[in-house]
């Protein structure tokens, strides 16, 4: 069902779809409305409806429906990490943690209200007050992925709706229940009637009609870059702000001088955690040549000791990728990765015979301009490759399209220094994984990773607001 203007309702043509388990595909798994562009008019309706009056509340009181929604997402934890784990075999474990990870989203979001909003100077003729304002930009349109089914969605929502945005909100086509979660919990916090609308079905069916629509001020996306600049087009011909998260090719640096068992643990969580299904997973290891043996040793040693299998059981690291269509593509990427010339250390097959798993794939030896070392293969499939000095390092590791997130391991502070300064991408780790974001700060790629601002933190501030200079003389 949908949630439009505070009321569940199919789909308009009575439609649904179903749901995939990736670990059990055989098994249904739930039907879901495949929502039609009618529905879309109708969520565009309710969310207009309701934009004054919510745009007209205090912050603060705009800040307490986040935080009761914050509290009804926390009770529901459990549920919301096991049907996460039931429709995108994400691991029970990091399901958990990304729930979490939403619960403190809203949370940092409803603190807005306890936040500077603008900036107060004194005008230089008279002296008078000038101070800038934040203004909601009207009805947004979030058009969400399934990786992070409800980190992603509550990312974008929380900061929309706290500074006065009306929202509609559409799931990604392959994990629908995760995402009705909030909607739950923001129907248990009592919101007012058309200030969340949320709809699931076909992004192609019913992502168009809602970037064109006039009424959809702001538009943001995380995805595919084919899907991502599709968008683009769309709202920048109507003129409409837009903001994009798209792909990334992240590389991880080991120095000669790093901690090998940290870099080693990095790197597998980096690259097989949610079985690499992360806009910022590891997928080029760069490893310096004098500690290449021992950095391969352990880390082979790493992911022979990772539990790969059944995302519902507690214990499991690496479970299966979402779908039929991606666990095809990944193994073709696999295949293509060996006709040009790698070879797989670990790896490379299905793990088991149930489900869309994939075991944690490493290949080596794979050339710097392959399709492995330039394009996102969305998956548990990285590279190691073997550098010399520094400076090289870096050209090969800045050698993509790409510019999300890159990682060095490093005990010098003169490597980490400089490293920081030169590497292209938005989000910079010394000494810890490629993956990963904290909620109050800004998460975004630079080069074709991304589009407009950056997400969360005080970023999000900028896309989800208009700002306006008052000046001011008595
Ligand atoms: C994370 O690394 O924990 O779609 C967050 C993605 C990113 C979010 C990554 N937009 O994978």
Redesign the pocket.
Known sequence: MNFIGGCWSPASDGQTYPNVNPMRPAEPAGEFAASTPADVAASLDAAVAASPEWAAFPLARRASYLAAAADALEARGDRVAVDMATEMGKPLREARGETLRAVQILRYAAGAAERAVGERFEQQASGGDVYTARRPVGVVALIT?W??PI??PTWKLAPALVYGNTVVLKLALESPRTGLHLAEAFEDADLPAGVLNVITGRGSVIGPPLVRDPRVAAVSF?GSIEVGHGIRELAAARGARVQL?LGGQNPLIVMADADLDRAAEAAYAGAFYSAGQ???ATRRIYVQSEVYERFRAQLLRRIGRGVVGDPLDPDVEVGPVVNASQFESILAAIELGKREGGTVAVGGTQHGSMGYVIAPTLFEGVVDDAFLSREEVFGPVTSLYRFESFDEAIERANAVRFGLSGAIFTSSLTHATRFLRVMQAGLLHVNSQT???DVHVP?GGIRSSGFGPHEQGQAALEFYTDLVTAYVDI
């Open positions: 992925p990786n992070f980190a992603i995380t998260e992360k806009c910022t993956a990963g974001a998460f």
